[in-house]
């Protein structure tokens, strides 16, 4: 795989509602451009404000709904813009060293698209399905209707992901986020992704997985990373649930996958109830503390960063919460918690000055239900971190921990010092 991930830290977004586009009444995706790109682009300082400098773009191509029901993958969808707002867009971030990652959807396409509309007539080799009784049945996605199943057995559906994905790439990006990737047989990938190797070597590939054996499907499929939702279950289930036993047992799960590959890491994205209502406000720093210290490529999800609330519910437009418009600059948010945004700042500088996190192992020095010592190090260099998700002071051990770089905890004796709902990060 490339070096740059290791150095990259991903701000992640869903575009569509980013920019206030209209997402649920239905669109037609030939109609009028509307230039709201724009908007991303007054964003992009904020970026390098927060130090980060990756933007994880949710769809951007033409579609009717949600932006997972694509109809041209060589097409920006004309709620958000066109290819001059695109190229903007990529020129703004390549400026700034900001890398940029597309949301490729190649399990499934809408049914407006041309590949799905030709079925009608026997011929399309691209949707998978069946003819019944002179009709075609297409597969569809997790029982989505609007999203039929393209047909990965087929040569041609393998030779049209690899021409999407080298026009963007020659286009300016850095590499894919293969959307549903667990959907799609890893064999479809070990035969595509090589074939985009070819001519772009630097790319790096981010499979979207939930379940399953991680470390497998990496070599089998050839893709470089992996959505780290178990840690991400880990964490929030052990703050949440006060049973940081849970959180302990995901990292050192976590720290097995390190032998094959770095996975993506995150504790909130476009698919989730946001991390300031699954833990409350208090407690996010503590899932912060965790995820820029264990190993992985770390993203944080637009919104995060002001501790912005919302769940997400199982129900139509049940994600539509957790993937709001935002203002038309950073100078215009007004419900910020500014604990979690200084939580987020100082973290992310500390996992900048030390890279060699990105693939370290992580010891678990002590753990309770409501306490937890952790410390990641390569070498002489390390970085503790003490955890109190209780009501009542705790304290743990230090674990050679020299000068607190984030939080509230104090050095006393070899042992650090935490307040109720305490928290605090170190370097040894």
């Known amino acids: 795989m490339p070096a740059w991930p290791e150095h990259v830290m991903w701000w992640h977004v869903y575009p569509l509602g980013f920019v206030g586009a209209p997402i649920r009444d239905g669109v037609d995706p030939d109609a009028e451009v509307v230039h ?45 813009g066109d290819d001059g707002d695109i190229d903007r867009l990529l020129a703004a971030a390549r400026q700034r060293g900001i890398r940029v ?18 079925t009608t007539d026997k011929t399309s080799p691209l949707i998978r399905g069946r003819w019944i009784d002179g009709r075609f049945e297409a597969d569809v996605f997790e029982g989505h209707d609007a999203l039929v199943a393209l047909d990965h057995s087929s040569p041609a559906v393998a030779d049209l992901v690899v021409d999407i994905m080298c026009h963007w790439l020659e286009r300016g990006i850095d590499g894919w986020r ?19 190797r070819e001519r772009f070597g630097d790319a790096w590939f981010l499979g979207e997985v939930i379940h399953g054996d991680a470390a497998d499907i990496v070599q089998s499929s050839t893709m ?3 959505t780290q939702y178990e840690l991400w279950q880990g964490i929030w289930h052990g703050i949440s649930d006060a049973n940081l036993f849970e959180l302990s047992h995901a990292i050192e799960r976590h720290d ?3 032998a094959t590959f ?17 833990v409350g406000p208090d407690l996010v720093p503590h899932a ?73 192992h992580t010891d678990v020095i002590e753990v309770a239900n409501t306490a937890i010592a952790l410390r990641t190090a390569i070498g002489d260099d390390a970085v503790v971190v003490a955890l109190n998700i209780g009501d009542d002071p705790v304290t743990l051990p230090a674990a050679d921990a020299r000068e607190r770089v984030a ?8 042992r650090v010092e935490l307040g109720p709902r305490g928290w605090a990060v170190f370097e040894a």
């Open 256 to 258: 097995e996958l390190l």
């Open 224 to 226: 470089d990373a992996l």
């Open 36 to 80: 709201r790109l724009d908007r991303l682009e007054a964003w992009l300082d904020h970026v390098i404000g927060l130090g980060l400098n990756g933007l994880l773009l949710g769809p951007v191509f033409a579609s009717e709904t949600h932006g997972y029901d694509t109809v041209d993958h060589f097409r920006i969808d004309p709620r958000l």
């Open 178 to 196: 293969l959307d549903a990737a667990y959907a799609v047989p890893t064999a479809f990938w070990a035969e595509v992704l090589p074939r985009v």
């Open 407 to 414: 939080g509230d905890g104090n050095l006393v004796d070899g």
């Open 288 to 360: 912060l503390a965790v995820l820029f210290t264990v190993a992985g490529t770390p993203s944080v999800y637009a919104g995060d960063e002001f501790g912005w609330t919302a769940v997400k519910e199982e129900r139509e437009g049940g994600d539509d919460a957790v993937r709001p418009e935002f203002p038309a600059s950073p100078a215009q948010v007004d419900d910020v918690d500014e604990a979690i945004l200084e939580a987020h700042r100082a973290l992310i500088a500390l996992r900048r000055r030390k890279a060699w996190l990105w693939r370290a």
């Open 262 to 278: 770095a996975p993506q890491t995150f504790v909130g994205n476009h698919d989730v109830t946001r991390i300031a209502s699954a």
């Open 101 to 118: 990652l597309f949301d490729g959807v190649f399990n499934h396409v809408g049914r407006a698209h041309p590949a799905f509309r030709s």
